[in-house]
């Protein structure tokens, strides 16, 4: 586990948020006595092309403080009705009022938030201003409090964010595809997806051509920044990432298209490909 300040711990885990939940706890126990946590019913919002952002606000906000010793989940994903578009939509927070408990780890009053890459946010204390991409489409936030103390809680604006490159590319000779402003760095927090189509029965060859930098590690895990490639155009069957500064071989498509995803961090940048 990671703690970056007093008022926000962050940790990984393996989540399927199609099928899982944050845990509630219906009654736990306080010295002697069991206490009864109200467990509220979860919210779900829904971004599309048409509703592009929403509010998630804290129970009697702005009217009074969070009621004590109270769990609530909201469930916010996207739909956008195209597999190219869904695949690189993200989502946008920001907590544009954040006042909850402080306490060490958030382990009395607080706002966990976890996407599909299984890294788990806990928030609390004073976070107004905070502004944040999420790694997926789809994200579950739990608020939950004690009863030891209130504060005003949150106003939360979760928005679609759609990534700038990538798309569906129909070819019938030959094209082009950059990383993002080639050949100088590509920049952080990218995520792009091309699907590349030939016509029915014909095959696609993917070449390299002059500067292949993506940024990685010692040991060229492809975990930082990546671009990864499936050769039937389907994530689901197969894929291969490449990093560093060796310009892969040439690639052959198996079907009548290949789909390209690059991804980076937060971090250092390279000069991309072409």
Not at 27 to 37: D, H, S
Not at 96 to 125: N, P, Q, W
Not at 213 to 236: A, K, P, V, W
Not at 238 to 246: A, F, K, L, V
Request: net charge neutral.
């Amino acid at each position: 586990m990671q703690l970056n300040t007093a008022a926000v711990a962050v940790f990984s885990v393996w989540v399927a948020l199609d099928s899982w939940m944050f845990s509630v706890q219906p009654g736990k126990q306080r010295g002697n006595l069991a206490v009864a946590v109200n467990v509220l019913p979860t919210k779900l919002i829904t971004l599309t092309k048409s509703h592009t952002e929403d509010y998630i606000e804290s129970p009697n906000y702005p009217d009074d403080y969070y009621p004590q010793d109270t769990q609530i989940q909201y469930k916010v994903e996207v739909k956008l009705g195209n597999e190219v578009l869904q695949e690189m939509a993200r989502i946008q927070v920001t907590f544009e009022v954040f006042l909850m408990e402080r306490s060490a780890f958030c382990h009395k009053d607080g706002l966990d938030i976890v996407d599909r890459t299984g890294e788990v946010r806990a928030y609390c204390g004073p976070q107004s201003g905070r502004n944040f991409l999420m790694g997926d489409s789809v994200i579950l936030m739990r608020m939950y409090t004690d009863a030891d103390g209130r504060d005003r809680g949150f106003r939360i604006r979760v928005r679609l964010y759609e990534s700038p490159c990538g798309g569906l590319l129909r070819v019938f000779r030959s094209g082009y595809i950059t990383s993002p402003d080639y050949p100088y760095s590509y920049g952080a927090h990218r995520l792009c997806v091309w699907r590349i189509q030939a016509l029915y029965g014909m095959r696609i060859k993917l070449s390299f051509d002059g500067y292949f930098d993506i940024r990685s590690d010692d040991h060229d895990t492809c975990f930082m920044d990546y671009l990864e490639i499936s050769r039937s155009g389907n994530f689901q069957k197969d894929s291969q990432r490449y990093c560093g500064q060796t310009r892969p071989k040439t690639i052959m498509s198996t079907t009548n298209r290949v789909e390209l995803k690059f991804v980076t961090d937060c971090c250092e940048e390279g000069r991309g490909f072409k």
